[in-house]
């Protein structure tokens, strides 16, 4: 009987000392196991953090490849609608019944216009401007030919031109000689009536005075 007992003790302390050195190495290994833990958690959250970013980028590219893409589709869609109304002029212009009408010449991107005075001035100026050169070229190449572009252009005369001044005949041109000497003599003869203090003046050296009574046109005594 005390043999017994004394092999239960025996078998209930090996059981025990299994037991304690079982739980010593569990104990180990469950410390071993936290700080693997521990261990894994920090790198379980970097990774996390890695792949949140990547996620973020990847957003972000997403985004701009939308924004893009709605970007091509809009200017695809405003060439689209040019094409149907240059195709379809008979279509009329369909806008939003908000919309006003506005003139076209007085839009804020509208070129400056001119008046009707200075387009006139402008191109009064130009024509000038393309005359003088033409002389001016005329004038320093007296080498050039004269050019026409009419086939059938032929030569005039200088003097019958349209513009030329109207010429007068020899029998004018005598009558008009004498009318002037006449208009001379006489001018002359009211000044010597004016002013008999002046005295006569030849540039004969010559000459030699006369009787006034003895003279030709004098009335007979």
């Not at 010597?192 to 540039?203: A, C």
């Amino acid at each position: 009987m005390g043999n017994q007992q004394s092999s239960v003790v025996d078998r209930s302390e090996q059981t025990l000392g299994i037991v304690g050195s079982r739980g010593l190495k569990m104990q180990k290994e469950a410390e071993e196991a936290h700080i693997v833990g521990v261990e894994e958690i920090d790198l379980t959250e970097t990774d996390t953090d890695s792949v949140s970013d990547e996620d973020e980028n990847h957003e972000e590219e997403e985004d701009e490849d939308l924004t893009e893409r709605l970007r091509i589709l809009e200017d695809t869609r405003q060439l689209k609608q040019l094409a149907i109304a240059f195709l379809h002029p008979e279509r009329p212009v369909e806008v939003d019944s908000t919309f006003c009408a506005r003139c076209y010449f007085d839009r804020f991107s509208a070129p400056q216009q001119e008046t009707f005075e200075e387009a006139e001035e402008r191109h009064m100026a130009l024509t000038d401007a393309a005359a003088l050169k033409r002389l001016a070229i005329d004038y320093a190449h007296p080498e050039i030919g004269v050019e026409t572009s009419d086939s059938v252009a032929c030569a005039r005369c200088y003097f019958d031109r349209d513009s030329a001044p109207k010429q007068e005949s020899m029998e004018d041109a005598e009558e008009r000689h004498l009318i002037l000497e006449d208009v001379k003599h006489l001018r002359r003869a009211a000044f010597d009536y004016m002013h008999p203090e002046v005295g006569v003046v030849t540039s004969d050296p010559t000459a030699t005075a006369r009787c006034f009574f003895n003279r030709a046109s004098a009335a007979e005594q």
